[in-house]
């Protein structure tokens, strides 16, 4: 019985260190998984955009864009105002065919 115990506790204690990898160090084996890391990829130089000198500077507007931004916001507002017509319009007609729908049940 003494024997079979103590070749059980040999044989736990050798596949626990094959299984730590112990095997493949004494066998001298590099492992496959290692230096992919340190590889560098080589980038292409960075370019300039081929129309640069069109772009404007920072701190330029030309009247033309403050003119368009005015008339941008005269739009917006008159959508918001016309929306906001619409859903008053909207709301007391619905209000109204409620109120109606329910006085004639109440009659």
């Known amino acids: 019985m003494n024997k079979i115990l103590k070749i059980s506790k040999l044989l736990f204690f050798l596949t626990f260190l094959y299984s ?13 998984d290692q230096g992919d890391e340190f590889l560098i990829d080589k980038k292409n130089p960075l ?3 081929p129309d640069f000198d069109k772009l404007p ?11 368009d931004i005015k008339s941008d916001q005269l739009n917006i507002e008159n959508l918001l105002k016309k929306s906001k017509i619409e859903d008053d319009t909207s ?8 109120e109606s729908s329910i006085l004639k049940k109440i009659k």
């Open 20 to 32: 730590c990898g112990v095997g493949e160090a004494l066998q001298g084996k590099k492992r496959s």
């Open 57 to 67: 500077k920072p701190g330029e507007a030309s009247i033309k864009s403050t003119q």
């Open 47 to 49: 370019v300039l955009p």
């Open 91 to 98: 709301s007391s007609e619905q209000s109204t065919s409620i």
